[in-house]
Every structure is written in structure tokens, then in C-alpha cells.
């Protein structure tokens, strides 16, 4: 049997947070959902020596303290995290946001829906793409090592 899907959401808002919660219910075969509603305990969390790497991280960037612009930049910065895909998962549709997501190198950028079906199809989408697609073995001491080696831009 495979194993799950690690998903990290980081959300400040507890709404959202329970809306997607109530989502990924419905994928609880093929997923584990952690959240956070603080983008620096998300980022202390991952960046924890013993910790689980998540196969994807859903982040909102509209967040007090350590917004998740700062929390994707940190990550990029990170050897240990930099190569998780980071999907932007917000409410935003400005084209600033867009672009500087992409420039910090985010995986995708993603705007919520705020209708409970259409978000359900959003993150069946999601869950059946990095199901497909994720490292099965994260991290591994050679993949981080070869990390280290790899420049984040030429």
C-alpha cells in the first residue's frame, strides 16, 4: 500500500482552516492534512530536525506576522525545504500576487473558491495530481545533499 499524501495548509483563518479540513475528510484514504494557522510555526515546524516533510504545502499568503510570501521565501532559502512544492492557496487575485508568488518560486498559485463544491473539485484536482507526482521517500540523505549542491537561480 502507498502512503499518504502529506499535505501541510498554513491559513490564519480558522474558517478556511475548518473549510479544508471538511474538504480533505472526504480524501482521508489517500491524505494526512496538517495545519497551521501561523506561517513561523508552520516554517519552525518543517524545519525541525526530526520532522516529517510534508509532499505539499497549501499556503495563504494574507497573513499577520510572518505572511507567506516570507514563509515561501524561507523555504526557497532552506535546504531541507526548498524543493517542496509550494502551492499559493488564496483568495487573491492581484497580478502582483501572481507574479511574486512565481517568483519566489511557488509550485502553482491557486485561488479558492467560496463555494464548498467547487472548492471540493479544486483539491480533488490537487490530491490526485501530487499523488501522482510526489517523492515517495522525503527527505532523503542523499536527495538533500544533492540539494545543497543544486544553485537556487543561475
Not at 64 to 79: I, Q, S, T, W
Request: aromatic content about 8%; some cysteine.
Amino acid at each position: 500500500m502507498t502512503r499518504l499524501l502529506r499535505i501541510a495548509v498554513i491559513d490564519d483563518n480558522r474558517s478556511e482552516l475548518f473549510l479544508l479540513e471538511e474538504v480533505f475528510k472526504t480524501f482521508a484514504a489517500q491524505v494526512k492534512v496538517t495545519t497551521y494557522s501561523d506561517g513561523k510555526a508552520a516554517f519552525d515546524a518543517m524545519q525541525h530536525s526530526d520532522a516529517l516533510c510534508p509532499d505539499v504545502v497549501l499556503l495563504d499568503i494574507n497573513m499577520p506576522g510572518m505572511n507567506g510570501f516570507e514563509v515561501l521565501k524561507a523555504m526557497k532559502a532552506d535546504a531541507k525545504l526548498k524543493c517542496i512544492p509550494v502551492v499559493v492557496l488564496t483568495t487573491s487575485m492581484d497580478e502582483s500576487d501572481v507574479m511574486q508568488a512565481y517568483a519566489l518560486f511557488a509550485s502553482a498559485y491557486l485561488v479558492k473558491s467560496g463555494h464548498f463544491s467547487d472548492l471540493l473539485k479544486q483539491m480533488k484536482s490537487l490530491v490526485e495530481f501530487w499523488t501522482r507526482t510526489r517523492l515517495m521517500s522525503w527527505p532523503s540523505p542523499s536527495a538533500l545533499d544533492i540539494l545543497q549542491e543544486v544553485p537556487l537561480s543561475r
